[in-house]
């Protein structure tokens, strides 16, 4: 605080003293403050009264006031946080809220203020469902500041600190040493905050453009009406949320209803979730669909809410926000965004995704610090979605298993419903024993923790999943397996009702997945021979999960019940399976299976109409080569036959094949760096049938007479991004496509185990 000094040798007199009043002219202004006038020419002021800039003006001088002193925050005393304890102590009685004995010994034990939790007195709204202020104590305490200390044994253990549904976890010793010598806890927080401007320059874009776009923008009139805003909202709650449950529904829709009553103040990272909501909405419908409820191209509203969206993550500041609320947008965005970017960028921005979960400590598990149970299960949800997300990334760049997977302990989410849920619970919910809201997330949960520990459950070194090092190695996959299969049948499967949408979809998923862990057990190109040692009966194995696997995304695509959720089993396609089958199908003699194999292989050519009509992809060409030599191996066998028990007549995906390749010569295949992203160019149009007719079996979305909304254009399928549970699974072996592009694949021993050469061509 900055005071007036005295002249020297002068005697401090009270205001009353008449001398004060009668001093010369020639006094002398506060010092370090210049006159009025002056301040305003912005010319030196010689600070006496008046100045001589003020004489030669033949002007009045007015000393300016200074600026009132700031408060200095009072540091809070062992006595003020003894009382604070025992006032939080004597409302948790009240209430009837039992006290743990660690918050009994903090009480009596008088520690210092770096365990103390300060109350606040409301509760901001964010995308993990918490809701708008109370004025209720009890509720207040949900909202307390850190830093929440470690419960468990884990050594190391960093500190956790939250308010106003914002975190920071650290656990760097320099930041933790100094977290004891901050006043006030909180501005851990502050110090990285959306709302700190302080490193905003404007000569440099803001750090989130660098990802994602340009500089802030309103965003008003990319808002649909209202009207609009619940009907998406409804179709995203039918459609998609199903299969990501990343938030508590209710306190969502309780946010939507609150934003649509002000659409000038909605908070920004509210909007961005909101804009992330209408892109996944549109993206889970047919081109026809859309059409019929919104009057509008598809293309058109993802184009429009895929650019408004990404700009609402800017507006945000996502990328240094404490806020889950802007990391679920986020992580939904990515989900949306997936096959828009090519496999290596799009591994950058969920590794973007994961550091802003660690920072925000959502890999940590929440109970270890004393959070409420509500904030814990959304913190669970979004962290075992970033899991996904990156893990899926990860392999399709190349890159293999994440570092970090085995360095997180946040626990799977609870099998429980939104109605199990409430922002003010004060106890965990236990988990149900029935198919609840969560179904689908849990089985790919299960998957997920099962991958992750077969890729862990050693020190040995070498024991990633899909590596066959040894039959001991393998024998203990296949017992993963096992006990996996018994786990989803046990805890899940037994109680879908297959009339429910999402059961049934959930039975095929985990049904097929555990086909899909078998082939990745015992794929041909984990042996160091490339398969040629293994036996037939171990062939015959694979063989059939194969096949099994084609089977279940033919049932899925076919029945009407699971149409709703047709964005993410379109894209859910097993390339290992459909490669391996190929493969064998050139070397197996005619039976019932080969023809059965053979009729799969037609129906994904049937559901999957760009692997057929995408002619510039060197992926899907390559398919089809590998498809026309099966099916020469095919016609080869019946004609040495004799005989025609078996249907040869080539059936319309491959005379187009065919004709394909007879139109243009031979394709070069471009190298692997330049097919990125296997599933990229899949679309999410209606089926087209190039194989036979087939009347659409699905039911359509009741449609109501729908709004006006906004134009645009298509740069992406949103809807696909979401299925994160099966392509993350699958090994994307580089070297492996490269020899598939290049038009050789390992060796395989036939059925009369003879063993072929390497060359396809």
Known sequence: METSPQPSGATVASASTPALSQLPVQQKITRGHSCILCQQRKVKCDRQKPCSNCIRAHAECIP?????????????????????????????????????????????????????????????????????????????????????????????????FSKHGQSRYIENTIWENLSNELQDPKDVIQASSEEDDNFDNPAYPEPSSLLLGHSYMNLNSFHPQPVTIFRLWQLFLTNVNPLVKLFHAPSVQEMILEATSDMNNIPKPTEALMFVIYLLAIGSLKDDECEGMFNEPRAVLISRYSHAAQQALINAKFLKSLNLTSLQAFVLFLLASRRNYDAHSFWVLTGSATRIGQRLGIHRDGSSYNLSPFDTEMRRRTWWQIVFLDGFAAKLSGAGFPAWLAKFDTKLPLNVSDSDLTPDMIETPPERESATEMLFCCIRYEVAQAIRKANTYSQRGNTQWDMAISAQVIAEKDKTIDELEARLQSKYLKYCDPSIPLHLLATFIARSVIC?????????????????????????????????????????????????????????????????????????EPSDLVTKAWEQIEMAYEYRSDMLMETKSSLYYALGNLVLKAWAKREETAGDSGQSPYQVTPPRFISLLRSQRQKEPQKSIERLGDIENPFRNMSHSPVVSYVRQKPPDHIPQQAQPLPIPPPQENWLNADFALDNSMPDITPMDWEYWQTLLDGDLPAYTGANHTVYGQNWG
Do not use: C
């Open 64 to 160: 300016s006031q200074p600026s009132a002193p700031r408060r200095r925050r009072r540091k809070l005393s062992e006595l003020d946080v003894a009382a604070r304890l025992r006032k939080y102590e004597h409302l948790l009685r009240v209430n009837g809220i039992k006290i743990e004995d660690d918050g009994v010994a903090a009480a009596s034990g008088g520690s210092g203020a770096e365990d103390v939790e300060e109350s606040t007195s409301s509760r901001q709204d964010n995308a993990s469902g918490q809701t708008a202020s109370s004025a209720t104590e009890s509720q207040s305490l949900q909202s307390m500041t850190g830093p929440h200390k470690y419960r468990g044994s884990r050594p190391g253990a960093g500190q956790l």
């Open 516 to 588: 899909t862990m078998r082939l990745m057990a015992h794929h041909p190109r984990q042996y160091p021979d490339k398969g040629a040692s293994m036996s037939q009966k171990e062939k015959d194995m694979v063989f059939d999960n194969s096949l099994k696997m084609l089977e279940y995304d033919a049932m899925a695509h076919s029945n009407k019940l699971v149409q709703r959720y047709l964005w993410h089993i379109h894209v859910h396609f097993q390339l290992d399976a459909f490669i391996y089958l190929l493969s064998e199908l050139r070397y197996r």
